[in-house]
């Protein structure tokens, strides 16, 4: 599965443009991610091209109780495993409910994402 197909990068990309020109948005989440065998989430709202990769920024959570929002190489995506060496997905199912803000406020609440 293509974690980021191009229609779901279009909008990532979309959003870094829109917060360059908005500084206030809170854009929602626009993929979410997650590894079927253990507890690692992300939620990416945006993304712009680093070298021949892309850079995504989101809330990521590894399972460890400290979720936090940054960036977040889409090679190191591609290459991380959890713990029976499943590789990540693409949540295929998600519909973001609040602002990227939102989830934030909760996570760090929480200690985790909640989707």
Known sequence: M?????DIRKVLLANTDRLSADSSYDPVPVVK??????????LMTRAEPYGGD???????DLGLGCPEFG???????????????LPVERDPF???RQPIG???RQ???AGYIQT
Do not use: K
């Not at 293509?2 to 191009?6: E, Q, R, S, T, V």
């Not at 991610?33 to 992300?42: I, N, S």
């Not at 892309?54 to 990521?60: E, N, P, R």
């Open 2 to 6: 293509d974690l980021i197909p191009d």
């Open 33 to 42: 991610l997650f590894t079927p065998d253990a507890d690692a989430t992300w």
């Open 54 to 60: 892309l850079m995504l920024y989101g809330l990521s």
């Open 71 to 85: 960036p977040t190489l889409l090679s190191e995506l591609t290459e991380y495993r959890g713990v029976l060496g």
């Open 94 to 96: 998600f519909v973001p």
């Open 102 to 104: 939102q989830y934030i």
């Open 107 to 109: 996570a760090i609440a």
